[in-house]
Structure formats: C-alpha cells, structure tokens
C-alpha cells in the first residue's frame, strides 16, 4: 500500500515537473539556448502567487491568469532586446549570456524578497482527498491537474494555432521557415515568451507545494535539464513522459535511499540515460 | 616558445618579489590573484582550447578543498595533503571525462555544471568524515608570524601558477594543444582524419581539474576552515569562464591577464556594492559577452604574443 501511495506522491510531484520542464525544453529546442533564466523565472513566479494571495488575497490558482500574460511579456522583450543579438554565437556565449542574466535577475529577487523562505498557506486549507487507501492532499491534486494542462495547452498551441506551427517549422529548417515567409526573429520572441510564461505559471503552482525563497531557483533548472534529457528535447510529449518519470523516480528514491540523495540519484539518472539513450526515452536521433 | 617561456619567468619573478614590498592585505590579494590565475588557466584547457564549455572548475576546487582538508584531518603534511588532493582531483576527473564527454555542446556544460551540486551532496551528508555542514577546520600551520604564514602560502600559489602556466605551454606547443584545437573547430572532421578526440578530451580535461584541485586544497589551508557552500560555489566555474573570456580564450596569456583585471574590478568596484556582488557580476558578464566575446588580448591582435592566430 505505501508502494501506491509513493506512487501517486510521484505522479503529483511528476505533473508539476512536466510543466517546469516543457517551457524550458521548447526554448532549447527552437532557439538551441539552454535558458539559465529558467529557475528564477519559476521562483518569480511563486512570489507572484504570494504576494497576490497576502496583500490582494487572489487565489494562487487565480494568479496564473495574472503571470502568464507577464511572464510572456517579460520573455518576449528579454529575447527581442538581448538574446537575439547573441543567437547564432557559440553556445558557450549564450549559455554564459543566460547565466549572467540569471545572476542579476537573482540577485534582484535576494536584495527585494531577502533569503528568507516563505510558504504559501492556503486559508482554510483545502482538506485531503482519500482514495482506498491513498491519500492526497487537494491543493497538490489541483496544482497537477492545471499543470498537465497548462502542459497540454502548450502543446496545443504547437500543433493547432498558425504561430504554433511557425514554431516547429522554424524548429525542424530554420533557412526554409524563413524562405516561406516566417519572421524567424519574431518566433523567437515569441518562444522565448511562451517557454518564459510556462515558468511563471508553474511559479505558483509550486509555491502550493514547496517553500520560496531565490536559492531555490538552480534546483527547478536542474530538474527541467534532467527531464529533457530523460524525455527528449524539444517535444512535449517528451516533456511530459520525463516529468512524471522523475516525480516517480526521485519519490521511490527518497523512500529508499533517503531524501538528501534526490540529487544525487537524478544525476546518476542524468549520466545513465545520456549514455545508454542520447535521445531520450522519446526522442529522435539526430537533434543535438 | 622559448620567447614566451621568457616573458613568463620574468612576470613569474616578479611577482615572486612581491612579499619584500607589500603589507599583508596586498599578500593576500596577490595570492588571490594567483589563484584566480591557475583557475582561469586550468579552464582553458578545456574551454579554451578544446572548446567545451565546462563548468566543473567548482566541483574540482570542491574537491580538491576537502581532499586536501581530510589528508590533513588524518595527519598528512600540508605539502603532501596538496598532492593528495591533485590527484584526487585528476582520477576524478578522468573517470568522470570518460563518461561526460561523450556529451556535446549543451548537453556537456549542463552535466557538468551538476557535478558540483552532487559532490556537495555527498560531503554534505558524509558528516563522520568530513563534518557535513558544519564545515571543516585545519591545523594552522607551525610558523613564527602571521607575515610568514602569508608569505608561505603566497610562494604556494606562486609556485602553483608557475607550474600551470609551464602546462598550458607544454600544452599549447604540444601535438595535444593541436588536436585539441582541431577538436574546436570541427570535432567530426578531426576526428576522422585521426585525432584521437576521446583522449585528447580527457587528457584536457584532467589538465582543467589537476591545478584547480591543488589549488581548493591550497586555498583550505591557507583559510583554516572549509565548509560545502564555500568551496564548491558555482561562481569558482563562473569567475573562472569570466576570466578567460575577459582575457582572451585559447591564448597563453589571456588568462592571467583576465584573472588580474577581474581581480581588480572585484576589489575596486564591488566591495563597495557588496549586496549587489553577483548582480553586478551579472551585469559584467552580459556586457563582455555582447561587446568583448574574444577578450581583452583580441584589442591587441598585433603584439607579438597575442597567442591565437587569427
């Protein structure tokens, strides 16, 4: 019995990992640029959350309606004034680019919000739901549930709206997309915003279930990095496949070995898969 | 070569000089300095010549730190606890190399920017062994006065620069400097016209860790006291990439320049900002990259040891 309950613990932790994941992976997909930025997006996000709950008293789940047209902002305008200026330099250069990026933006979050970890409470907490013999709590189960779909949404927009299609094509032939007419700049922007929009909406979704604080931004980056290369880059199936891979993964791995290894076991996980499987478990060859 | 190896022992003299005239705060900023320098230079095996961009300098530091610091915990002398820890540093490296550097590009630098975050797991939880959080004190060592301990560890450092710089021009001049270079431009190409890229990679590689080692357990005897968040600090593999790139990647002398230059913008300008330290960094780092992305020695491609050619 407690095998299903770790398993379903996984599966709620592996939702939200998902959605970390999918923003983050889409931008290296199409841009080719590992987005340092990432985790302090996300833990911008969970301020969000939290300073609209206290001082506005605007449900979490609510506020992702106000992140996302921000976050989406905010990416857009980064890449369109910064980023795209370094977008053909060697990945050293960007990589770099991102990572100082990062240091000011955490540093920022440090000197405003201070190292202090602060939780999210719900007032009245939402209860626990049973199921047999597992029990969830519901603000978990909400905050996954909106996570797959928030997931899904991306993935929609992929497949379905035009801008969504520009997308891929600029993805899979950058040259050609620009031959048929795609403003290749601009879909970057606009990427760079959408994978900006999918941290800042996982921000309080997070916050539901872990503390905040600025020093938790590199942990979220290394577990979005691990899931892309769990899943495969660039796709959101693949996304969602490493997501709840890693949720389950790192909740057996507390059980057994101790939560202090989590790190230490995705890595093991990380160095294993890139050797057996470069690829992913759902990835094409040949996308690098 | 032998021109370079001149201006190089001059500098190294120098510098060496610099104990008779300085007070202890400039001792110990020229020992900063020269460790920067080995961190910069160890770096550029691997980033600046090979071209792969690795941040594990501060997973190599970390351990080198605490290699050294438990050596010593069991009774080595400082200067064998140093070897110790350059080993340590250098079996790490090379069994880590061959697995990581199958990687490429993205894939590469991400591996090894979470080798540090892993190492300092471990340490931390090793708690018998290397006192977990609490951190790690060292003897201090038997010396007359508070000046001559400066001064020892001022020569270590010294005498630990002087040994990375005569392999980073062993290096370059070497048949290994060329290959790595072929590996740079076009890995796949080098590799079909018989470069050995695999052991080339992990002979840089394990160059980029061996001084970085010595130098983190160096560094934990000169400070006495080494806990996990100081010694593997992503900022070690940050400055270090700064400094390269701010000096000149690939070329002899650019990282030390940028070691120097970086050292002294740190001193002058963000002591005065320390809340703002690694925003400033931030900052720092975003404009090099956008305006100076081959360095300072590009400013000056026709001096005569400008390094890289063109």
């Known amino acids: 019995m407690l095998t299903l309950q770790i398993l379903a613990n996984g599966l709620v932790l592996g939702g939200l990992y998902a959605c970390i994941a999918s923003g983050f992976s889409l931008v290296w997909g199409v841009l080719n640029v590992i987005n340092i930025l990432h985790g302090s997006f996300i833990v911008l996000g969970g301020y969000l959350a939290f300073y609209a709950y206290g001082l506005l008293g605007i449900h979490p789940f609510l506020s992702i309606l106000i992140a996302a047209p921000l976050f989406f902002a905010l990416g857009y305008a980064m890449q369109h004034t910064l980023i795209n200026r370094m977008i053909a330099a060697p990945v050293l250069l960007t990589l770099t680019l991102t990572f100082g990026l990062d240091l000011m933006l955490s540093n920022a979050m440090l000197a405003t919000f201070t190292a202090d970890f602060r939780k999210l409470t719900l007032d009245p907490p939402l209860g626990t739901l049973a199921f047999g013999t597992i029990v969830l709590p519901v603000d978990r189960l909400i905050a996954m549930v909106l996570a797959l779909g928030l997931t899904g949404l991306l993935y929609l927009v992929l497949s379905r709206s035009r801008i969504g299609r520009a997308i891929v094509a600029v993805r899979m032939d950058r040259e050609a997309a620009a031959l048929m007419g795609v403003n290749v700049k601009r879909v970057y922007a606009i990427t760079f915003g959408l994978g900006t929009l999918m941290a800042g909406a996982s921000g309080p979704l997070l916050a539901m279930i872990f503390p905040i604080s600025p020093l938790t931004g590199p942990a979220y980056l290394g577990k979005a990095f691990v899931i892309c290369v769990l899943g495969g880059l660039g796709s959101v199936p693949g996304a969602m496949i490493g997501g709840l891979a890693l949720g389950v993964v790192e909740s057996f791995g507390s059980l057994w070995f101790g939560p202090e290894h989590a790190t230490t076991l995705s890595f093991v996980l990380l160095i294993l898969i890139l050797l057996v499987r470069p690829e992913g478990l759902l990835g094409r060859k040949g996308y690098a | ?310």
């Open chain 2, 1 to 310: 070569m032998r021109r370079e190896a001149l201006v190089a022992a001059t500098l190294f003299a120098l510098v060496g000089l610099f104990p008779l005239v300085g007070e202890a705060y400039w001792l110990r900023l020229g020992t900063t300095m020269l460790m920067y320098g080995v961190l910069a230079m160890s770096w550029n095996f691997i980033g600046g010549m090979a071209g792969y961009p690795s941040f594990a300098v501060a997973a190599f530091f970390g351990l080198g730190a605490y290699s050294g610091a438990v050596a010593q915990k069991f009774g080595a002398p400082a200067g064998l606890a140093w070897c110790i820890a350059a080993a340590s540093a250098l079996v790490f490296a090379t069994l880590l190399g061959l697995a990581l550097l199958r990687l490429r590009g993205h894939y590469f630098a991400i591996a090894s920017l979470v080798v540090a975050d892993v190492l300092r797991e471990l340490v931390n939880s090793a708690t018998d062994l290397t006192g977990g959080g609490m951190g790690l004190n060292l003897p201090v060592p038997a010396m007359s006065s508070i000046d001559a301990q400066a001064a020892f560890f001022f020569y270590a450092m010294l005498a630990l620069a002087t040994i990375t710089f005569a392999a980073t021009l062993l290096a370059a001049r070497s048949k290994l400097g060329f290959g790595l270079r072929c590996i740079q431009q076009n890995e796949s190409a080098a590799d079909m016209l018989g470069v050995d890229t695999t052991l080339y990679k992990v002979c840089a590689f394990a160059l980029s860790a061996v001084f970085v080692g010595a130098a983190g357990a160096i560094y934990a005897s000169w400070v006495h006291y080494i806990e996990p968040p100081d010694v593997f600090d992503v900022l070690y593999s940050v400055k270090a990439i700064v400094m390269v790139l701010l000096g000149g990647a690939g070329s002899l002398f650019g990282p030390l320049l940028g070691a120097a230059v970086f050292l002294s913008l740190e001193e002058l300008v963000w002591r005065k900002f320390i809340d703002v330290h690694t925003g400033v960094l931030g900052l720092l780092i975003v404009l090099l990259v956008m305006f100076l992305p081959k360095g300072l020695l590009s400013l000056s491609q026709r001096l005569p040891w400008a390094g890289k050619r063109p």
